[in-house]
């Protein structure tokens, strides 16, 4: 079971930092994952780390803006969020359990999203 936090309001420019925690012992054995889904638009992969997060992955409109990493003695990762655009705002959802490309869907297993809002 995956739970995503630390969505919520920010101003353009401003930064958050989203966490994820997950039960159970597979955690550190997953490549983990952060997607968004902005309304009316599907499913966007954001970022991946493999299991030790030793590779990452990112989309290219995150580049240089947001870094993901990975606590495996929490069961946890994590998504910083800087120089955050309203282009941004979107649902953002954990992912854990990637097929062959860890950047493409589909995943294993998925939490519900927190929202991040980035105004203008």
């Known amino acids: 079971q995956l739970q995503a936090s630390g969505g919520g309001l920010v101003q353009a420019g401003g930064s958050l930092r989203l966490s994820c925690a997950a039960s159970?012992?597979?955690?550190?054995?997953?490549?983990m994952a952060w997607f968004s889904q902005a309304p009316g638009k599907e499913r966007e992969f954001v970022a991946a780390?493999?299991?030790?997060?030793?590779?990452?992955y990112y989309a290219d409109s995150v580049k240089g803006r947001f870094t993901i990493s990975r606590d495996n003695s929490k069961n946890t990762v994590y998504l910083q969020m800087n120089n955050l655009k309203p282009e941004d705002t979107a649902l953002y959802y954990c992912?854990?359990?990637?097929?062959?490309?860890?950047?493409?869907?589909?995943?294993?297993?998925w939490g519900r999203g927190t929202q991040v809002t980035v105004s203008s």
């Open positions: 992912a854990g359990q990637a097929g062959r490309d860890p950047t493409r869907l589909p995943y294993g297993y």
């Open positions: 159970g012992h597979a955690f550190r054995s997953y490549t």
């Open positions: 780390i493999r299991q030790t997060g030793g590779s990452t």
